[in-house]
């Protein structure tokens, strides 16, 4: 029963050291599989950036017609997360070279 285990034992590592790849492969493998995704994150940024600002354009005339000392504020921080995901997405596109 020991020499099956040892002999079982064996045949797994050997199976293991046989189905193992270079680090340095893998490595290139899933930088390209992200570089393949990059883009397409991009357009999704680019269209999540497009509807807040909708919404927040939909939220600020509502503010604005009631009649809201408020509204400019509101504006700004609206107009400014729509800003920051346009430029998060370029910036990210640049930093990475893609």
Known sequence: MKKKMQLLC?????????AAQDGNAGITEATNQVKGYFDTGTNLMYAIGAVIGLVGAVKVYKKWSDGEHDTGKVASSWFG??????????????????
Request: proline share 0%; charged share 5%.
């Open 10 to 18: 064996s045949l797994l590592l050997l199976t293991l050291t046989a």
């Open 81 to 98: 997360a729509c800003i920051f995901l346009v430029v998060v997405s370029t910036v990210l596109k640049s930093f990475f070279g893609v």
